[in-house]
């Protein structure tokens, strides 16, 4: 599968975005998707993830009920909504992907990758 994470840009505290992970050549619904951050000379953090067909999100504390995993089946695509948005969220994002069935925080842990998005929050 092809990963590409779109729809980052400009916004102001306490806003919301919503970025998109686009996935081509297979279907995503049966991949467990992940979302990660990685800020200016931060390593890649874990944000949220969603097991293949149907399974539950999980989410990193610091984003626990501010943003929202979902799957758009028929668009080939995972979501990641974003509300109360801080500086601290500013980084860019990226979508990763793997066939087993249980969600894993550690970017290394997923077999597929794309370029991700840039989220900036200004104060």
């Known amino acids: 599968v092809q990963l590409q994470a779109c729809g980052g840009g400009l916004v102001q505290t306490g806003g919301s975005l919503r970025v998109s992970c686009v996935g081509s050549?297979?279907?995503?619904?049966?991949?467990?998707v992940g979302w990660f951050r990685q800020a200016p000379g931060k390593g890649r953090e874990f944000v949220a993830a969603?097991?293949?067909?149907?399974?539950?999100?999980s989410y990193a504390s610091s984003v626990k009920g501010r943003f929202t995993i979902s799957r758009d089946n028929p668009k080939n695509t995972v979501y990641l909504e974003m509300s109360s948005l801080g500086p601290e969220d500013t980084a860019v994002y990226y979508c990763?992907?793997?066939?087993?069935?249980?969600?894993?925080?550690?970017?290394?842990?997923?077999?597929?990758w794309g370029q991700g998005t840039l989220v900036t929050v200004s104060s």
């Open positions: 990763e992907a793997d066939r087993r069935s249980w969600i894993g925080i550690l970017a290394p842990q997923y077999g597929y």
């Open positions: 050549g297979d279907t995503l619904s049966g991949y467990t």
């Open positions: 969603i097991v293949r067909i149907g399974g539950s999100p």
